[in-house]
T-cell receptor
Framework: AQSVTQPDIHITVSEGASLELRCNYS??????LFWYVQSPGQGLQLLLK??????LVQGIKGFEAEFKRSQSSFNLRKPSVHWSDAAEYFC????????????FGAGTRLAVHP | DGGITQSPKYLFRKEGQNVTLSCEQN?????MYWYRQDPGQGLRLIYY???????QKGDIAEGYSVSREKKESFPLTVTSAQKNPTAFYLC???????????FGSGTRLTVV
C-alpha cells in the first residue's frame, strides 16, 4: 500500500534562513508527487507537483522540490523563508494509474521567527 | 473564477442529529472527494466519486453518507452513527491525476 512519511512534525526557522521539509513515500512505481500548504482554518493550496521529466520542480512562492527515486524522497526547499511562510505543509502521493486517490502525510507545521 | 465552494464555514450539531455539508464546484471536474482533518493526523479520505451517480467508500466511511446526483455537487451527510464527528472537513475535486486536487476552504463541524 502507498504511504507518505513526513518525519518532522514541527520545524522552526528564522526569517531569511533556508528551509528543507522532508517527505518519503512508499510506492512500487513512479508516483505522482505533490506538496500542499495550509494556513489555519483554510483549505489546501497546491505548491508544486511532479509526475515526469526534470526531477527538480519549481513551484509557487519560491518553493522547489527534488524527486529522488533512489531515496524515495520528495523534499521541499526554499532558500530564504519569509514570515508569511508560516503554515502547515503536506506531502501527498497518488498512483500513476487507476483512480486518482491522494495519500497525504501527517503534515509539518512551520513556525518562522523574526 | 472557477473553484470549490464549501458551506457553511462553521457548523454546530447536537448529538444524535444528522447534518449535511455542502460542496459545489464549477471546474467541470469529474472526480470529487471528501476528507476529514484532525490535528496531527493529516487528511483521511471519507468518500470519493469519479463520476455522477457513482461513489466509493474511503478509509473512514462509517457514519457518513454521500450522493452525487449532479457533476457540480457532492454533499456529505454526517449521521448520528458517527461517534466522533467534531473535525475539519475538506472537499476536493480533480480531472487529471497529474495535476493534483483543488480544495475548498473547509467546514468546521462541532458537536455540542
Amino acid at each position: 500500500a502507498q504511504s507518505v512519511t513526513q518525519p518532522d512534525i514541527h520545524i522552526t526557522v528564522s526569517e531569511g534562513a533556508s528551509l528543507e521539509l522532508r517527505c518519503n513515500y512508499s510506492y512500487g512505481a513512479t508516483p505522482y508527487l505533490f506538496w500542499y500548504v495550509q494556513s489555519p482554518g483554510q483549505g489546501l493550496q497546491l505548491l508544486l507537483k511532479y509526475f515526469s521529466g526534470d526531477t527538480l520542480v519549481q513551484g509557487i512562492k519560491g518553493f522547489e522540490a527534488e524527486f529522488k527515486r533512489s531515496q524515495s524522497s520528495f523534499n521541499l526547499r526554499k532558500p530564504s523563508v519569509h514570515w508569511s511562510d508560516a503554515a502547515e505543509y503536506f506531502c501527498a502521493v497518488s498512483a500513476s494509474g487507476g483512480y486518482n486517490k491522494l495519500i497525504f502525510g501527517a503534515g509539518t507545521r512551520l513556525a518562522v521567527h523574526p | 473564477d472557477g473553484g470549490i465552494t464549501q458551506s457553511p464555514k462553521y457548523l454546530f450539531r447536537k448529538e444524535g442529529q444528522n447534518v449535511t455539508l455542502s460542496c459545489e464546484q464549477n471546474l467541470n471536474h469529474d472526480a470529487m472527494y471528501w476528507y476529514r482533518q484532525d490535528p496531527g493526523q493529516g487528511l483521511r479520505l471519507i468518500y470519493y466519486s469519479q463520476i455522477v451517480n457513482d461513489f466509493q467508500k474511503g478509509d473512514i466511511a462509517e457514519g457518513y453518507s454521500v450522493s452525487r446526483e449532479k457533476k457540480e455537487s457532492f454533499p456529505l451527510t454526517v449521521t448520528s452513527a458517527q461517534k466522533n464527528p467534531t473535525a475539519f472537513y475538506l472537499c476536493a475535486s480533480n480531472q487529471d491525476p497529474r495535476h493534483g486536487y483543488t480544495f475548498g476552504s473547509g467546514t468546521r463541524l462541532t458537536v455540542v
